[in-house]
């Protein structure tokens, strides 16, 4: 004990415990924080049912709640979770419509059924399709049911359940809406292969638009103004019903198995395979997420958006009170106010002991005069050429806020789930995890591999022989010229570049095409961009013959660099052009190579404004590089995290290579420096 009281002072040992008992302080709050921030805000209540959750839907004001299960039941609710009325069928429930004042239910079931319920549950008609049926749904006004069915196929029904129409498509689909009624009323649905129909109420089609995954959930407004998509990707798109045109995209997580929207599509909640439910505003931005136990299968939103029900694969239905959900959303940044207080408070706490104890204590006072030797030297020096340091203060100042801090930002918010200027929550290694998971992101490394190994040899080759033959070029003039030629292209800006390839690789009218049949080959014109097999390697063949102008100044320069007598020493051993390239200038050329491979891989890494401007990453992810997905993360699904965590791995990358480069290329030269 004695020992201790010498080793640790009183004055140290009240410093050590206030900075313990601070940072315990700090630690337990942060932990309260993350536990409160963990669960699910404004639960109101939960619906227990005897299997998955697959299907769910809401009256306008959020009065009455339609659950439909696994265990061949529907389910009737109000908004406190109390039951109303149930009906079974004979085999799963597999979708659900209700009209928007609870009057009317369409139920579609597994036991190949679509039902019509009234407002106590008893069925007023039902129609057999021949095989099970897995959507449908009810317009407010009750003109026409429309349902789809596994057998590739939906049906569109009067309201008294007689076959209107029938649509064979030959491919799975899963989704269906409908709006309008009478004899306006429209019927949207989504398939297997992508497409968003929109049909009349005679069958006739009206409009399609193309998604790039299955649609698996639809939602549309009452006049049809707005539709939202779920797709097998991950993907919640909104299209603009008049024309299909995509608005915009947010990507979850996962495979999004459910749409919902409010009356004015201001707020849209969508359920998707990885345990969350995501409630969107109109621009495609996210409020909250709402993590769940289990895969989220169904959702539904109240017309006025006040009332969400997540129904999931832990047969449960969540039914949540969106005013309480906010407020413990509030709840839970206030908190997290409290805790940066804390933390701010417990670190000016330690400043002002540190302080103290460097100050006022002889020890303190010995350890400052030691410890700032060097810094002060270092301020003595500053001081002394302060006019050089003034000057380049604002170019340093411009670097730190225009490039540093942005990079740092990056590597930071690649841990959390950001929205700016809105919200950004810290989730771990979450990001990365779901690019393992993001088939885009894994396909791309294919192609980067491939555009990295095919910039490298374009560096090597082409620049290089053409830099040795302007060098072996002996009339100074013929010489100037030549490579006056060559480094003109120079000034034309890439984007020109890539229009002009793109109008030769039109299908219609470009060169290439037209060439073919000129030649009587028409059987050999392609659709070069939307061909898999064909676009990336059409977009390889951009700029042929691959004369960098760049390249071959760098090669060209370093050539003039090297010493006649070098030459001529050579042409005294008898070497021939080949053996002087081979033992001469390559050896003498390995900085400039270096440096070229350096920059031709980051380039590479790197590659955007090519692939954006020619495919945009198509057909498919046949042409996809990661920095695409980044623009498309951040830019389209604003999700700023995972663009964030694309960034940091295209960071890894390049500086792996970056050493690797630097570690194993040294030239003779350098070696003997």
Known sequence: MVSLMKIFPRWRRTFLLLTCLLLGVALVASLAAASASAQTGGISTEVVTGGWVQAASVTANGSHIVIGARDNIVRVVDAAGQPLWE??????????????????????????????????????????????????QYPAYGSIVAATSDDRSFYVLDGSGNLV????????????????????????????????????????TLLTSRL?????????????????????????????????????GYKAGGEVTSVAMT?????????SRDKKAYLLDGDGKLLQTFPMQSEVLATAISGDGAVLVIGSANNRAVLIDRHAAEASHTQAQARGRLI???????????????????????????????????????????????????????????????NYYPAFSGLFHAFTEWSPGVRTEWVGFANFKFLLTDRFFLSSFRNTVILVIVAILKTLTMPLLVAELIFAIRHNKARYWLRTLFIVPLILPLVVEI?????????????????????????????????????????????????????????????????????????????????RFLHIDLPMLIGQIKLLLILNFINAVQTFELIYLTTGGGPGSATYTPALELYYQAMRMHKMGVASAIGMVLFVIIMAGTIVNMRFMRSSIEYEA
């Open 340 to 402: 940066n207080s804390i933390l701010l408070a417990s670190l000016i706490v330690i400043i002002a002991a540190a302080v103290v104890y460097l100050h006022r204590t002889p020890t303190g006072r010995r350890v400052w005069r030691q410890g700032t030797v060097r810094p002060r030297g270092l301020l003595r020096s500053m001081w002394r050429e302060r006019i050089a340091y003034l000057m380049i203060f604002p170019t340093l100042a411009l670097l730190l806020t225009f």
């Open 87 to 136: 009906f079974t069928a004979a085999n799963s429930i597999l979708g659900v419509d209700t009209t928007s004042d609870g009057a009317w239910t369409v139920v579609a079931s597994e036991d190949r059924n679509v039902y019509l319920l009234d407002a106590g549950g008893a069925a007023q008609w039902q129609y057999r399709a021949g095989q099970a049926m897995n959507g449908s």
């Open 263 to 271: 009356a004015d599509a201001k707020t849209i909640l969508a359920g």
């Open 212 to 248: 790039d995954y299955d649609v698996q959930s639809l939602a549309v407004t009452a006049n049809g103004r707005w539709i939202v998509a779920g797709t097998s990707d991950g993907l919640v798109s909104l299209v603009d019903g008049s024309n299909g045109r995509v608005v915009w």
């Open 499 to 579: 229009l002009l390839w793109n109008n030769m690789y039109d299908p219609t009218i470009g060169l290439f095409n037209q060439t073919l049949i000129a030649l009587g080959r028409a059987d050999w014109t392609r659709a070069w961009y939307g061909d898999e097999r064909l676009a990336l390697g059409s977009i390889i063949f951009i700029g042929f013959p691959w004369v960098s102008a760049f390249a071959l100044l760098v090669f060209y320069g370093g050539l003039i660099s090297i010493s006649e007598e070098i030459f001529d020493a050579s042409k005294v051993d008898g070497a021939s052009g080949f053996r």
């Open 165 to 204: 129409w029938r649509e064979v498509l030959g491919i799975d689909v899963r989704a269906v809406a409908i709006y309008g009624t009478g004899e306006r009323a429209r019927v949207v649905t989504g398939s297997d292969d992508g497409y968003v129909t929109i049909y009349n109420r005679d069958g006739g």
